[in-house]
């Protein structure tokens, strides 16, 4: 069974804090992706990474960075988080020759106050 | 620049009615086009891609590129279809593959 999964389902960090969330995906995809989930504005793209230790820039990189140092995980760090960076965050990963078929983790809920 | 509009954040139907869930896209080029689907308490997944002109679940999504739409359409609602919609053209360079994601919509089937 296909698996992507999430250190966290819910957060809650101070602004200022820095903030990890990680993504683990057991079926060797290479593709994986970040997003985050807003109502209204649906999901909108952070970063991907296509192989290991390579990294693109989504729709709204700022203030996001991330990390893909094995195939299997890709994190996604807030170097210091704002209040508008409350959100949900999903991770979702996909196979280069079926790369549109994305498998989405639970996601994150994470709260800055 | 490339761009999916969702009309509606809301569509409300009684069970049985047919249901309509548009979807509009500004795209050059031939993209791809997926429906995802994210019922309560679960993950997001893709609902049906129009490349395999396949039907799941009853939902059918017609692509008129002359008035670049991707409608997902069922003819009868059922309360278990009660989720969030997302329209998801893909335009993508090498392997990527990046989905650009609608607003999304809310289907609300009334028992």
């Known amino acids: 069974d296909v698996k992507v999964t999430q250190s966290s389902r819910y957060l809650v960090k101070r602004t200022g804090e820095k903030v990890f969330l990680e993504c683990v995906q057991d079926?060797?995809?290479?593709?994986m992706f970040w997003y985050r989930q807003d109502p209204g504005l649906g999901l909108r793209l952070i970063y991907f990474s296509y192989d290991v230790k390579m990294k693109e820039k989504g729709d709204i990189p700022e203030g996001y960075s991330v990390s893909r140092e094995k195939k299997e995980r890709f994190s996604l760090i807030l170097e210091s988080a704002s209040t508008n960076q409350t959100s949900m965050y999903l991770c979702a990963s996909s196979l280069r020759v079926n790369y549109n078929e994305q498998f989405f983790g639970p996601g994150t809920r994470l709260t800055v106050l | 620049a490339q761009r999916v509009t969702q009309p509606e954040k809301l569509l409300s139907v009684f069970k049985g009615a047919p249901v309509e869930l548009k979807c509009n896209y500004s795209y050059s080029g031939s993209p791809e086009l997926f429906w995802y689907v994210q019922y309560s308490r679960q993950r997001l997944q893709l609902l049906l891609r129009?490349?395999s002109r396949e039907s799941i679940k009853g939902f059918t999504a017609d692509l008129n590129k002359g008035e670049t739409s991707f409608h997902l359409k069922k003819p009868f609602a059922q309360e278990e279809d009660s989720a969030m919609y997302y329209c998801?053209?893909?335009?993508?360079?090498?392997?990527?593959?990046?989905?650009?994601f609608g607003q999304g919509t809310t289907l609300q089937v009334k028992p």
């Open positions: 129009h490349i």
């Open positions: 079926m060797d995809h290479e593709n």
């Open positions: 998801a053209p893909s335009h993508g360079s090498g392997n990527t593959g990046k989905l650009i």
